[in-house]
T-cell receptor, first 111, second 115 residues
Framework: TQLLEQSPQFLSIQEGENLTVYCNSSSVFSSLQWYRQEPGEGPVLLVTVVTGGEVKKLKRLTFQFGDARKDSSLHITAAQPGDTGLYLCAGALYNFNKFYFGSGTKLNVKP | ETGVTQTPRHLVMGMTNKKSLKCEQHLGHNAMYWYKQSAKKPLELMFVYNFKEQTENNSVPSRFSPECPNSSHLFLHLHTLQPEDSALYLC??????????????FGPGTRLTVT
């Protein structure tokens, strides 16, 4: 079993719709990151959240870190075809030297 | 150059070949990582280096041999690979703050095909 459970695994929506991706765990993280990856390329860091309850916005993307630092969500408003890609969440545990990744959400936004 | 670079971007090798993947980070980070990403599988951590010392080997077969000569460079030496080793190999770097990790930055990856 993965330390970080990400859902849904796949999401296919029409342009203009809203969506939310979830990342859940029973562990407490010192920080949590969200990445977007295109086929054949490396993941690109979108945001890092470090404070429980923190909300960060990046244009149409809103990221939230749970109060207990065990979960996070990514909300996209008015999705566009350019948002298509694999979204990955990753977390770092306190005093550990590695990141734990979710299994990813493959998003397809149809024009 | 900025960020994390990887060479080559694509590699095709036979099962008896020996090749090496190279990664360089220009971010001044003290930790570097190798990951394997196969189709329809989650990202798999292979190795972690902190200040050039290997701190994690995630049960990786010995046909994969990492090398970290300094904090900016990381290599993955490959020999006698199997077709199931075909995957995207990603290098990443990060820096701890107050003893805890924050952002991790990835290179573009090397697409490896073993024939």
């Amino acid at each position: 079993t993965q330390l970080l459970e990400q859902s849904p695994q796949f999401l296919s929506i029409q342009e203009g719709e809203n969506l939310t991706v979830y990342c859940n765990s029973s562990s407490v993280f010192s920080s949590l990151q969200w990445y977007r990856q295109e086929p054949g390329e490396g993941p690109v860091l979108l945001v890092t959240v470090v404070t429980g309850g923190e909300v960060k916005k990046l244009k149409r993307l809103t990221f939230q870190f749970g109060d207990a630092r065990k979960d996070s969500s990514l909300h996209i408003t008015a999705a566009q075809p350019g948002d298509t890609g694999l979204y990955l969440c990753a977390g770092a545990l306190y005093n550990f030297n590695k990141f734990y990744f979710g299994s990813g959400t493959k998003l397809n936004v149809k024009p | 150059e900025t960020g994390v670079t990887q060479t080559p971007r694509h590699l095709v090798m036979g099962m008896t070949n020996k090749k090496s993947l190279k990664c360089e980070q220009h971010l001044g980070h003290n930790a570097m990582y190798w990951y394997k990403q196969s189709a329809k599988k989650p990202l798999e951590l292979m190795f972690v280096y902190n200040f050039k010392e290997q701190t994690e080997n995630n049960s990786v077969p010995s046909r994969f041999s990492p090398e970290c000569p300094n904090s900016s460079h990381l290599f993955l030496h490959l020999h006698t690979l199997q077709p199931e080793d075909s995957a995207l190999y990603l290098c990443a770097s990060s820096q701890a703050r107050d003893g805890n990790l924050r952002e991790q930055y990835f290179g573009p990856g090397t697409r490896l095909t073993v024939t």
